[in-house]
Nanobody
Framework: VQLQASGGGLVQAGGSLRLSCAASGRTFSSYAMGWFRQAPGKEREFVAAISWSGSSSYYADSVKGRFTISRDNAKNTVYLQLNSLRPEDTAVYYC???????????????????WGQGTLVTVSS
């Protein structure tokens, strides 16, 4: 699976963005998908994940109620809607894929097999 993230940009605090991650390969619908982010000088951190069917989703506490993950298997695309953005949301956002979802390891980047190249989100105050 090859992943291509897009949709990042510069936005003011309180604004919104929608990130997209387009996947190649016919098996996209069998993969659970996640979004991670990495701010300058910080470790990569989990943001959100969604099951292969889209029926289950998971969020980091820091983004709950502000971000929404969704997917369209017909378009081989997963989305991350970012609302009420804060300066601390500034980071490079990465999409990732894993063959099976586990609630125990959903936030662990080591369990994701495929990664996109990242898209930069900058939130100004």
């Amino acid at each position: 699976v090859q992943l291509q993230a897009s949709g990042g940009g510069l936005v003011q605090a309180g604004g919104s963005l929608r990130l997209s991650c387009a996947a190649s390969g016919r098996t996209f619908s069998s993969y659970a998908m996640g979004w991670f982010r990495q701010a300058p000088g910080k470790e990569r951190e989990f943001v959100a994940a969604i099951s292969w069917s889209g029926s289950s989703s998971y969020y980091a506490d820091s983004v709950k109620g502000r971000f929404t993950i969704s997917r369209d298997n017909a378009k081989n695309t997963v989305y991350l809607q970012l609302n009420s953005l804060r300066p601390e949301d500034t980071a490079v956002y990465y999409c990732a894929a894993r063959p099976r979802m586990s609630l125990v390891t959903v936030q662990n980047s080591a369990y994701y097999d495929y990664w996109g190249q990242g898209t930069l989100v900058t939130v100004s105050s």
